[in-house]
Nanobody, 123 residues
């Protein structure tokens, strides 16, 4: 089966770190741009980061730039999101998505989605 599965979410104090993983099954992420999105209760879905499949270029939302890092592990067929200096406003359900195209901000264009993992930043 073709699927994406996120893991690594949890409860962390402000200033702490979490590393999210997006694992692909049934297909390879090699030729897919992979993005991370998040959605908090009562708020619209927001693109957080994306990594290209061709040149490895990365993109970040202004709200997370300098704090989050997206990367690939081809051997594990995964994409990770390292989140540092977490803030309460980072609290959301984080989902990864893959698109057989370049990175873009239109989440409707993505081909596959994971189920999401909860990240809660609270003291």
């Amino acid at each position: 089966q073709v699927q994406l599965v996120e893991s690594g979410g949890g409860l962390v104090q402000p200033g702490g770190s979490l590393r999210l993983s997006c694992a692909a099954s049934g297909f390879g992420l090699d030729y897919y741009a992979v993005g991370w999105f998040r959605q908090a209760p009562g708020k619209e879905r927001e693109g957080v980061a994306c990594i290209s499949y061709s040149d490895g270029r990365t993109y970040y939302a202004e709200s997370v730039k300098g704090r989050f890092t997206i990367s690939r592990d081809n051997a594990e067929n995964t994409v990770s999101l390292q989140m540092n200096s977490l803030k309460p406003e980072d609290t959301a359900v984080y989902s990864c998505a893959a698109v057989n195209n370049v990175c873009n901000s239109n989440y409707y264009s993505y081909d596959y989605w994971g189920q999401g993992t909860q990240v809660t930043v609270s003291s």
